[in-house]
């Protein structure tokens, strides 16, 4: 069935100005001023987007769908991602990272989850390894896991900076991040390497030595958690100004905040002010990854959970409460992330595109209704469709 959505306010995410979008085959047919079709009502849809912003659905480029956690025991081993989270959040595409425990979330559990993702309904891509050095990979090679598994499309989440990681070498990230960028330019994949940063006041440090040491460039990496402390958000600012990209974490408790400058919203205007480019900065929201907090003698005393519907409700405070225009907050989950990951058909509303989108309220900027490849998962507010296993 074709769907015509009309008279909606699109932000591509570039505003176009209200628009007829016509969907057809999973993808974005034609964006125009004015689109009339005349078909039997079970061939078209026509849906009135009157009042209602029209938004790419957000790509979340960090999420442990197959669970995380576990820094409290097996007790607390979090769950695996379930479809309405995302749907709830309007994302409609995500990517999968193991995290701290690279012993029992396995890479062929992740890449099982990410297709049964797939087959209820969103978009799944993944990363091959965990915190640890060396890789636990699928196939023993980091760049064969990007060349001959369809889902993978970098490395990651490799930790530094954390009492919780390898310790890993300068040269081993350098070896990671050329295997995973050779294993790239040979699929046409993206081949980045995402790095999860703790509080050590090492910060980028290793980072920075590999690309000031070898030909990797900057933009081979995608370090994440930017806004865990005031010293790694004004690391990040330095790092992101050189032109790297810096992820910023939505998923958090306040308790865990040094402060109010490290909440995304927050942190994404004070970035914007310094003067970093819109386009080095994405939010990711964790999402079912655990939130441990530690003491100052690394023993655990708090542990939360992250929850992908974070994401977006961080994009609406960056605009409601930080003033930050609509089209420049949403670039952080939908078209910097699809430039980032070389995610082609996504990320923008225009012709060929991939039909994720979203449609939001134009006061109060609450999500009305979200489609994923050319299908509604949530429509006025009412969910359309769940996962597998849920009521």
């Not at 001959?148 to 310790?167: F, K, M, N, T, Y």
């Not at 655990?300 to 609406?316: A, T, W």
Request: aromatic share 4%; proline share 3%; with cysteine.
């Amino acid at each position: 069935m074709l769907k015509l959505i009309k008279n909606v306010n699109v932000y591509s995410p570039d505003y176009l100005g209200v628009k007829d979008v016509l969907i057809a085959d999973g993808r974005i047919a034609s964006v125009e001023d004015q689109i009339d079709i005349r078909l039997d009502s079970n061939l078209l849809e026509i849906i009135d987007g009157s009042n209602k912003k029209m938004m790419p659905g957000l790509i979340d480029s960090h999420v442990h769908i197959t669970g995380g956690g576990g820094e409290g025991s097996f007790k607390t081993r979090t769950p695996e991602l379930m479809l309405s989270d995302c749907i709830s959040g309007g994302v409609t595409t995500v990517i999968g990272v193991i995290g701290t425990d690279g012993t029992t979330r396995t890479m062929t559990n992740l890449i099982a989850k990410a297709k049964g993702l797939k087959e209820e309904g969103i978009s799944c891509y993944c990363q091959t390894g965990s915190y640890q050095v060396p890789v636990k990979t699928l196939t023993g090679s980091i760049e064969q896991d990007i060349m001959l598994v369809e889902e993978i499309i970098g490395a990651g989440e490799i930790a530094i900076s954390d009492h919780r990681s390898s310790q890993p070498t300068r040269d081993e990230l350098a070896r990671i991040a050329s295997e995973a960028r050779v294993g790239g330019i040979l699929s046409g994949k993206a081949g980045v390497v995402n790095v999860h940063l703790g509080d050590s006041p090492d910060r980028l440090k290793l980072i920075e030595e590999v690309v000031s040491t070898t030909e990797i460039p900057i933009t081979q990496f995608v370090p994440t958690h930017i806004n865990r402390n005031e010293a790694l958000l004004e690391a990040g600012i330095a790092f992101a100004k050189k032109g790297g990209y810096v992820d910023f974490t939505t998923s958090t408790a306040k308790e865990f905040l040094e402060s109010d400058k490290t909440k995304c919203s927050r942190g994404l205007k004070r970035m914007l002010d310094e003067g970093v480019p819109i386009e080095q900065i994405t939010f990711t929201s964790d999402g079912q990854g655990s939130l441990p907090q530690f003491d100052e003698n690394r023993n655990l005393v708090g542990l939360k959970i992250g929850r992908v519907v974070s994401l977006y409700n961080e994009i609406r405070d960056s605009v409601l409460e930080g003033e930050i225009p609509f089209e420049t907050a949403i670039r952080v989950a939908t078209s910097n992330v699809a430039h980032a990951y070389k995610l082609a058909r996504k990320g923008k509303v225009g012709a060929g595109f991939d039909a994720d989108l979203l449609l939001v309220s134009s006061d109060e900027l609450t999500i009305d209704s979200v489609m994923a490849k050319g299908e509604w998962m949530m429509k006025d507010g009412g969910h359309i469709r769940k996962g597998t296993f849920e009521d």
